[in-house]
C-alpha cells in the first residue's frame, strides 16, 4: 500500500517493548494493539515511532539492519490501517490551520476562562498531536488556536477560581485578569477584547445558562457558529454545536421544551445572562470539555459530537449523557435570509459588527 510521507504513533499512545520480538502500543484494554513474533530489525523500526518520520528512509534503516523492505512496508500500512499509526502530514495540517482560526469566547465566570486557557493552550502540554515536546513545527504551528479573543464584563470573584485565575486576581477586570491567565501558560498568548469588526470560525457562548438574545440573533443573521458551554443544576452542559442555516439553533431546543412545557419561556427568559452552579471539579471538567468540542469543531476532521447534540457532564456520577436535537418545524433557522455557516476551513466567515 502507499504510505503517507510522514508517519508518527497515534497522538498520546505509549510503546513500549515487551522482549525483543514484540511491542505494545497503547495501553487500553480495548484499544491497544501488541505486535509479536516480529523480525528484531522490525520491532527496531517501530521504536522510531515515537518521533515523526518519512516512512522511505524509515524502512531503508530497518533493511539495513536486516528486514524485508516489502514486510516492513507491510507492517506499517497494517498498523496505519488499525489507527496505531499516523499520517503526521495530515496531523501537522490541522495544527497548521488552528493557527489562522479566530475564535470570540463570551462570558463572565470560570468557563469563559478555562475555555481561553484551553484554546491557547492546545498542543502545547506534554507529547502534542505532532510530535514530542520541543519539535519544530511547519509554520510555526503547534496545536493552538491562532487569535482568541474575549467578551467579559466585571471583576472577578472566588466563583472564578480554578480553571486557571489564581487567588491573586480576585477584584481585578475579568477580561485582564483572563489575558494573564493565558501568558502565564503561553507567554507570547495575546488574549485581547473583540473589535468593532470581527468575523471568527466559532463563537464559544459560555457561562450563561441562556445567551443573551440579540447575540444570539446577530451570529444567526449573520451566519457565525456558535456553541454554548455552560452549567446547569449542578451538570457541565456543552452543545449544541449551531451552524446557522444547517443546524438546530438554540430557539429550535427552546422551541422543543415548550412544546412539553408550556411554562418554559417564561422560565428561559428568567436565564439570560444567569451562570449556573457546580462543584469546582465538574466546572474544571466543564471547561476542558467544552475546549475540546471547540476544537474538534474548528478542526472539522469528522462529525463533532455536539452537531445537533448536547454533551451532559455530571462529574460525581461519572456519566456523560448525549441529548440529540432536531430543528424544530416553527423555527425560521434554516430560512434563506440566513447564511450557511460552516466552522474550520469553510467559506468565508460571517461579521460580528459591534
Given at each position: 500500500m502507499d504510505?503517507?510521507?510522514?508517519?508518527?504513533?497515534?497522538?498520546?499512545?505509549?510503546?513500549?517493548?515487551?522482549?525483543?520480538?514484540?511491542?505494545?502500543?497503547?495501553?487500553?484494554?480495548?484499544?491497544?494493539?501488541?505486535?509479536?513474533?516480529?523480525?528484531?530489525?522490525?520491532a527496531l523500526m517501530l521504536d522510531e515511532l515515537g518521533s515523526v518520520v518519512a516512512p522511505g528512509p524509515l524502512v531503508e534503516r530497518a533493511a539495513a539492519r536486516g528486514a524485508d523492505p516489502s514486510a516492513a512496508r507491510a507492517l506499517l500500512g497494517s498498523l496505519l490501517d488499525a489507527g496505531a499509526v499516523v499520517d503526521a502530514s495530515a496531523v501537522r495540517r490541522v495544527a497548521a490551520r488552528r493557527a489562522h482560526h479566530v475564535v470570540l469566547v463570551v462570558g463572565d465566570g470560570p468557563l469563559a476562562a478555562g475555555v481561553v486557557t484551553g484554546l491557547v493552550g492546545a498542543g502545547l502540554v506534554g507529547a502534542g498531536p505532532v510530535g514530542p515536546v520541543g519539535e519544530a513545527h511547519p509554520g510555526g504551528a503547534d496545536g493552538r488556536v491562532g487569535t482568541v479573543h474575549l467578551a467579559a464584563d466585571g471583576v472577578v470573584g472566588g466563583a472564578d477560581l480554578g480553571t486557571g485565575l489564581l487567588d491573586a486576581d480576585r477584584g481585578a477586570r475579568r477580561g485582564k485578569a483572563v489575558a494573564r491567565a493565558a501568558a502565564r501558560l503561553v507567554p507570547d498568548a495575546v488574549v485581547t477584547p473583540p473589535p468593532q469588526r470581527l468575523s471568527p470560525d466559532l463563537v464559544v457562548l459560555a457561562d450563561a445558562q441562556a445567551p443573551p438574545a440579540r447575540l444570539v440573533d446577530r451570529l444567526l443573521d449573520d451566519g457565525v457558529a456558535h456553541l454554548p458551554v455552560r452549567l446547569r443544576d449542578g451538570v457541565g452542559v456543552v452543545g449544541p454545536l449551531v451552524l446557522p442555516g444547517r443546524t438546530a439553533c438554540l430557539r429550535c431546543l427552546d422551541l422543543h421544551r415548550a412544546d412539553r412545557d408550556p411554562g418554559w419561556p417564561g422560565v428561559a427568559a428568567q436565564l439570560a445572562g444567569r451562570p449556573g452552579r457546580a462543584d469546582p471539579a465538574c466546572v474544571v471538567a466543564t471547561a476542558a470539555l467544552g475546549t475540546a468540542q471547540a476544537l474538534a469543531a474548528l478542526d472539522a476532521s469528522a462529525r463533532p459530537p455536539v452537531l445537533d447534540a448536547v454533551l451532559e457532564l455530571d462529574v460525581a456520577a461519572a456519566t456523560l449523557v448525549t441529548r440529540h436535537w432536531s430543528r424544530h418545524p416553527r423555527c425560521p433557522c434554516g430560512g434563506a435570509r440566513h447564511a450557511r455557516a460552516t466552522c474550520g476551513g469553510g467559506p468565508p466567515r460571517g461579521r460580528l459588527e459591534s
Open positions: 504510505l503517507p510521507p510522514l508517519l508518527s504513533l497515534a497522538p498520546h499512545r505509549t510503546l513500549l517493548p515487551v522482549g525483543a520480538r514484540t511491542r505494545r502500543i497503547g495501553l487500553c484494554p480495548d484499544a491497544g494493539l501488541l505486535a509479536d513474533d516480529l523480525d528484531p530489525p522490525l
